[in-house]
């Protein structure tokens, strides 16, 4: 049986893992960060982020992906005029399976099918092996400082699609994999693209790998 879950249409992917700050202003959005807060101690405290297809219609349901990924509150700053900061993680994927329209709320409850993390057929530990050396080659060729990459192979293939320059449907192909080992495979294919075009032009993405602004809703 579906659950019901409040829904904030985004452009972007949220994947699980990845920190997400929101600054809060549409009045809907005020309302369902209220209603999160008013739940009882120890309930859960999230939403879920769904990204808009280009172009499409963020208030329709043939506008949004069809899987998105549930944000968690981990810090809430209020301000007077009824606006609010959030800094939210990504916690478990889900399928949507329609729009709730006895819900009775301002903004999209959805009707969603939580997705498990199967690890997948193939050895998942080889391909995370690969993909490491491979990200951290394209993050050489970034000039972003090396840190290490999880030795998890589900952690680091979510953190491959959360930090790769990608374009968003690529992105949220990532997020749709059936399995870990799918994603790896994919992302080895990806980097191994990104590398080829960072050492035939020999220039950085438009776009900062570490340092996203806040998502205004």
């Keep these: 049986m579906a659950t019901r879950l409040p829904l904030f249409p985004l452009s972007t992917v949220l994947v699980p893992g990845l920190v997400l700050p929101?600054?809060?202003f549409e009045p809907r959005y005020r309302l369902l960060v209220s209603a999160l807060m008013d739940l009882p101690e120890g309930a859960p405290r999230h939403f879920g982020v769904i990204a808009t297809r280009p172009g499409g219609d963020r208030e329709s349901l043939d506008?949004?992906?069809?899987?998105?990924?549930?944000?968690?509150?981990?810090?809430?700053?209020?301000?007077?005029?009824?606006?609010?900061?959030?800094?939210?993680?990504?916690?478990?994927?889900?399928?949507?399976?329609?729009?709730?329209?006895?819900?009775?709320?301002?903004?999209?409850?959805g009707l969603v099918d939580f997705i498990?993390?199967?690890?997948?057929?193939?050895?998942?530990?080889?391909?995370?092996?690969?993909?490491?050396?491979?990200?951290?080659?394209?993050?050489?060729?970034?000039?972003?400082?090396?840190?290490?990459?999880?030795?998890?192979?589900?952690?680091l293939s979510y953190l491959v699609a959360a930090a790769?320059?990608?374009?968003?449907?690529?992105?949220?192909?990532l997020l749709e994999a059936p399995t870990t080992h799918d994603r790896l495979t994919a992302e080895l294919t990806l980097l191994r693209r990104e590398i080829g075009l960072l050492d035939a032009f020999n220039a950085l993405p438009a776009v900062?790998?570490?340092?996203?602004?806040?998502?205004?809703?």
């Design 22 to 24: 929101l600054h809060i």
């Design 63 to 109: 506008g949004m992906y069809p899987v998105g990924c549930t944000a968690q509150i981990r810090e809430v700053t209020p301000y007077d005029d009824g606006r609010f900061d959030l800094v939210t993680v990504g916690h478990v994927r889900f399928s949507l399976q329609g729009l709730d329209a006895d819900a009775d709320t301002p903004y999209h409850t």
């Design 164 to 173: 790769a320059v990608l374009e968003l449907p690529e992105r949220q192909a």
């Design 116 to 155: 498990g993390e199967p690890d997948g057929p193939g050895d998942v530990d080889a391909a995370a092996e690969l993909v490491g050396l491979r990200f951290a080659a394209y993050r050489d060729r970034l000039r972003v400082e090396q840190s290490g990459v999880p030795t998890d192979p589900r952690v």
């Design 208 to 217: 900062e790998l570490t340092k996203e602004p806040p998502t205004p809703n």
